[in-house]
DNA sequence: ATGAAAGCGCTAACAA
DNA sequence: TTGTTAGCGCTTTCAT
């Protein structure tokens, strides 16, 4: 736990001035080269390397994009793989931010503003809600806010993947169809609302509002909604959930309850996280290409960081079923 | 893209100084309160957030813990999603850091070297190599080099998982079993290089060096050592590979040589990433728990961050052998 | 209770 | 070619 050599050690060792020791690290003209190997040497020598933090502070760029996410969970780390492939040739350090600890609320302007023009040069923010600030470096988002802040986006096509899942479960017999809801301030969750609706209408059910709730994504909230559907006498006999995380929640409601699934009650999710196959049982559900929406994303920050102007600034992606063991015929 | 407020602006707004603002905003003593209110009103107004690299710089302590990776791959995303998950409740932000472009040799040293003592209060290092730098921060390295750096560890049992992954095939009936090795700079490659072996000791089977071969984890060294051990006319009828991804490119390699798995070539991997259930054929692993791995962690580091003297520095986490559809009885 | 000023490690003008 | 110096935005003594 020594302290890390800073720029004054090396100058000290190679009795120059720091200005010069800067220049020989940054390869800038204007050094002898005798000088600029004596200098590197004592860098060797020492192991410095230069603070991110301090010279991001002066000089502005720092050869870093951000991926902003509330959590590092299933999705967002899916994201972040395929955000780490694309990038993986590029020249530019990978840095991913949760910063939504405590506050909750507004960790998309705080991560933002804490981070950007100083630390960042380019970020991409995973399910935004808020991000009418400032910044000074360009942002894209994916699968954001339903608001008028017009970010470049990527992200699937909800409707459609929520209209397949929702005929899925029509096509196997069900008709007593429920929904659980995510959270609504979300663009894609509206769109999964509906499709779900949607497809109910084509096949000529009409919408029992008792069978839709809602769930934010939230386990607690998903459970309690999830129990107050399933305590109906008249249940529904299959569900869609709008993701794989709630999905897989209500799969362990039902057996604290005692149905069987699918016997009694069919589950369908939405994302096809890792956690859905490897469920047992495997999760019916509607895939999202995940990683793809990262690599599209930092395809289109770089784009955009380039000062380019990107073929499109909006980019939707398809979705598909993938039916597993949670969805069967009703009983 | 407009400029993010600073300290400087909150001032001028206010009315106060800066050294006002910066103690209203951190709640120190000393300040009227209505003079708090006053600030505060304007921060919320202008949407200020301090920038953290500015402010890490002067106060050297930032509430935020960095983990450190080469890249965003299957294996270092699980270990995200643990710790995270054991510090969803902690006032800790997260900060992953990948930082290999380019240089690749060294990303640890460089990466802590940047980051440390300046932008994070404490760093988990995966599958680190060269740790031997001057850290101003506790560290905790999982998976890591087989050196004399002593740095608190978290692992899982290697050897154990690669005696089941070897007695696995053995009990099938094959005899004639490959390995590849992984990078043999970790600490986990030599114990699951020794557990194979040690099973085939066992079970009285002499190890043929020609079927030893080394992956580095890399896929092209994978492919280059695949396709050579696989070309001899006195092939193995299985293959132990040192981690999923590399086994999951010895099946490519044998789909392009005509060769059927299980069918003429059994492969068993190691990790149980979520990719080596999701393949076709399903590939049989050893499953090590990569989230716990990163709970653990992260449960460490703030022991040790707190200045506490934890129960133990170094935990190995027991391994699992989950056969799935790649490993079957010889032909 | 408030503000002036120093300084964290670094880079970029500008001088020498 | 090299060094001196002024900040980047913030926190923290130390005066006032």
């Known amino acids: 736990m020594s302290r890390r050599p800073t720029i004054m050690d090396v100058a000290a060792a190679a009795g120059v001035s720091v200005a010069t020791v800067s220049k020989a690290v940054n390869g800038r003209y204007g050094v002898a080269s005798e000088t600029v190997d004596r200098v590197l040497a004592v860098v060797a020598d020492l192991g410095y390397e230069s603070s991110l933090i301090a010279s991001s502070m002066r000089s502005r760029r720092t050869g870093v994009i951000g991926v902003l996410v509330a959590d590092f969970?299933?999705?967002?780390?899916?994201?972040?793989?395929?955000?780490?492939?694309?990038?993986?040739?590029?020249?530019?350090?990978?840095?991913?931010?949760?910063?939504?600890?405590?506050?909750?609320?507004?960790?998309?302007?705080?991560?933002?503003?804490?981070?950007?023009?100083?630390?960042?040069?380019?970020?991409?923010?995973?399910t935004p809600t808020v991000v009418n600030v400032g910044t000074e470096v360009p942002v894209v988002a994916i699968d954001p806010h339903t608001g008028p802040a017009d970010l470049p986006t990527v992200e699937s096509d909800s409707y459609g993947g929520a209209l397949q899942a929702t005929r899925h479960l029509i096509e196997l017999g069900h008709s007593r169809i429920g929904f659980i809801a995510g959270r609504r301030d979300l663009r894609s969750s509206i769109a999964r609302d509906a499709g779900?609706?949607?497809a109910l209408a084509d096949a000529g059910i009409s919408v029992d509002p008792g069978l839709v709730g809602s769930g934010s994504y939230r386990q607690d909230a998903v459970r309690v909604a999830a129990l107050e559907m399933l305590r109906r006498t008249d249940r529904p006999?299959?569900?869609?959930?709008?993701?794989?995380?709630?999905a897989l929640e209500i799969v362990k409601v039902a057996g604290e309850l005692g149905l069987d699934v699918p016997g009694h009650l069919s589950i369908i999710g939405f994302d096809d996280v890792p956690e859905a196959a490897k469920a047992t049982p495997a999760l019916s559900t509607v895939r999202q290409p995940m990683q793809t929406l990262g690599a599209e994303a930092a395809r289109l920050l770089l784009t955009l960081m380039q000062g380019e102007v990107p073929p499109s600034t909006h980019i939707a992606l398809p979705t598909r079923l993938v039916p597993r063991d949670t969805t069967a015929p009703p009983a």
């Open 73 to 126: 969970e299933p999705f967002s780390a899916e994201i972040l793989k395929g955000v780490g492939q694309a990038l993986s040739d590029s020249r530019y350090d990978l840095l991913a931010y949760a910063g939504s600890r405590g506050a909750a609320e507004g960790w998309e302007r705080r991560s933002l503003s804490r981070l950007s023009g100083t630390l960042i040069d380019g970020a991409i923010m995973v």
């Open 237 to 246: 006999t299959a569900i869609f959930a709008a993701n794989d995380i709630s």
């Open 196 to 198: 779900y609706r949607r």
